[in-house]
T-cell receptor, first 111, second 119 residues
């Protein structure tokens, strides 16, 4: 069945460091891929998405490219800020309306 | 934007008691609500889908008599964990398609989640 495997955390970085959070997926066909972010005390918010192979989703300095050949959707940001501290979830949606989420990666950025 | 208000944020209850979790759509009508659960170090997993005015659909392995879902209005869906036990301790979160967006455009709004601890 469909599934998402996400890099385990927690991740701690200094401000302005480069961020990569790995995400790979298993699905037949062509799922849509997402990164959601959850800030403390808030609901999951859509960060970015990509709906077909080679698409690049981007938002707030974060990027992720849909790689069909490696079944990956790694999240990257060139220079993280303290305000980026949150839990990040990789997810896919395929047939129907059910999301499949990764386990979430907690990111803490220290000044 | 669309907001789903989920309460409580966290709750501690004694084993054998029941706990009710509410999700309200504040500025849109949620005809459908998805309920997810996350155990430590595991993924968010879909438990059930509720539709306003009809019975909820439960995923395989989820006890419908233990996790009672009610979706009596277009703005309120509730999940009641009945006769809670320590193994029910988990993070529960709801999600609704945003009105006017539909499923295709993937406009989903999530609640802030409820951390349930059963002692």
């Amino acid at each position: 069945g469909d599934s998402v495997t996400q890099m385990e955390g927690p991740v701690t970085l200094s401000e302005e460091a480069f961020l990569t959070i790995n995400c790979t997926y298993t699905a037949t066909g062509y799922p849509s891929l997402f990164w959601y972010v959850q800030y403390p005390g808030e609901g999951l918010q859509l960060l970015l998405k990509a709906t077909k192979a080679d698409d690049k989703g981007s938002n707030k300095g974060f990027e992720a490219t849909y790689r069909k050949e490696t079944t990956s959707f790694h999240l990257e940001k060139g220079s993280v800020q303290v305000s980026d501290s949150a839990v990040y979830f990789c997810a896919l949606i395929h047939t129907g309306n059910q999301f499949y989420f990764g386990t979430g990666t907690s990111l803490t950025v220290i000044p | 934007g669309a907001v789903v208000s989920q309460h409580p944020s966290w709750v501690i209850c004694k084993s054998g008691t029941s706990v009710k979790i509410e999700c309200r759509s504040l500025d849109f009508q949620a005809t459908t609500m998805f309920w997810y659960r996350q155990f430590p170090k595991q993924s968010l997993m879909l438990m059930a889908t509720s539709n306003e005015g009809s019975k909820a659909t439960y995923e395989q392995g989820v006890e419908k008599d233990k996790f009672l879902i009610n979706h009596a209005s277009l703005t309120l869906s509730t999940l009641t964990v009945t006769s809670a036990h320590p193994e029910d301790s988990s993070f529960y979160i709801c999600s609704a398609p945003t009105a006017g967006q539909g499923f295709v455009s993937y406009g989903y709004t999530f609640g802030s989640g409820t951390r349930l601890t059963v002692v």
